[in-house]
Every structure is written in C-alpha cells, then in structure tokens.
C-alpha cells in the first residue's frame, strides 16, 4: 500500500496522492486534504461495530487501528500549538513551548477509551487546525519560527509536515483493517481503500 502511494516520510521527498505533491498543491487544497483525513476516518470506522476488533492485530509489533489514531491525535497535539504560536508571534522560539505530556489520567483515558472515542478527540483538534488555516491570508503561511531542537518551521511547513503524516498513518490503518477484517459486512463506501480515496482530494497546485 505505501509503496502503491509513493508515500514517503515527511522529513524526506515528499509524501503524493496521485500525481501531485503535497508541497505542490495549493493552501486551500491543502486544507482540504487535512479536513478529508477526518472523513476517512469516519467513512471506514464508523460503521465497525465490534469497537474491540480496532483494538487487536494480528501480528505481533504491529499497531492496532486504536494505536494509530492515538498517533494521528499526539501529532496533532504537538504540531498545532506550534502553529498557533507562529500566527499570533514574530518569528518565535519554538523550543521555549514545552512538548505535551500526557498526565496519568490522561494515560488511564487512553487505555480504556474506545477507538471512536480517540477518533472524536482527533475530529476535533483537527477542525481547530483547518479553521486556523481557514482564517490566514495566503502570505501569512510563510510565517516562521525557530528551533535548535528540530529545525526551522513555517506554518506551510507544519501543515505540510501533518498532511504526509496523514497518508503514512492512514496507509498503515489501511492495511491494518484489512488484516482484522474490520471491513466483512459493511458497505463497499466503506471499504474503499486509501488510494481510491486520495484521487477524490483536490489537486489545485500552488502558482
């Protein structure tokens, strides 16, 4: 599947759907591409009713779906307010911002919550990025902070950074449902596969 996507790492060559880079396409098809994840994710879990097969695999060392939307949702956790950060400061350090830490109760939480529990927290961070993204002129994208512990980030950069993790993710929980056979029963909608997906996303590329 991966491979099938040409998906590569956000740190290197950058992750395409079809024939379009994610650093090609435009800033409102870039905000899209962020919003669709959350309908994936709602078009393939939802209609699961067994929540406990999201929490299985079959192979061991493999994440269960459950592990991989609690990675979609600490990504978030960790990007947005570095995004945030960068819209509302000049050129801040983004290294005096702690990194999130999840509190025992916070852990307890993420052991004994369902799957679509974890996938409504990640629907609704991930509406709070889109809208910040929404409320930016296109020039406010190239804003920058610094880091000596990563590197450098504009807030293009941050979205771009979320959206090849999107794919990375979503191709593992592609594969993953599979193997569960999560998908016996429902609807063909339901079923479709992340590449069938991905060609449905606009393609509008930055001038």
């Known amino acids: 599947m991966v491979d099938r996507l040409n998906t590569r790492a956000s740190t290197g060559p950058a992750a395409t759907a079809g024939d379009v880079a994610i650093t090609d396409l435009a800033n409102n098809a870039l905000i899209i591409r962020l919003h669709f994840t959350i309908n994936h994710l709602s078009r393939w879990l939802t209609p699961v009713h067994d929540q406990t097969r999201l929490m299985r695999t079959v192979r061991r060392g493999e994440p269960s779906v459950k592990e991989l939307l609690l990675r979609l949702r600490d990504e978030e956790l960790r990007i947005f307010p570095k995004m945030h950060l960068i819209s509302v400061r000049t050129n801040p350090d983004l290294d005096r911002q702690p990194e999130p830490r999840r509190t025992p109760e916070e852990e307890r939480h993420d052991r004994e919550a369902l799957p679509i529990e974890i996938m409504a927290e990640f629907r609704r961070l991930r509406q ?80």
């Open 128 to 207: 709070s990025t889109c809208s910040l993204l929404r409320s930016l002129p296109d020039a406010a994208w190239e804003r920058s902070g610094t880091s000596r512990r990563e590197h450098d980030w504009t807030i293009r950069g941050l979205a771009e950074h979320l959206a090849a993790h999107d794919v990375e993710v979503l191709a593992e929980m592609d594969l993953a449902l599979d193997r569960i056979n999560a998908r016996d029963g429902i609807t063909s909608a339901s079923r479709a596969h992340l590449d069938e997906l991905l060609r449905l996303a606009p393609r509008e590329t930055r001038r």
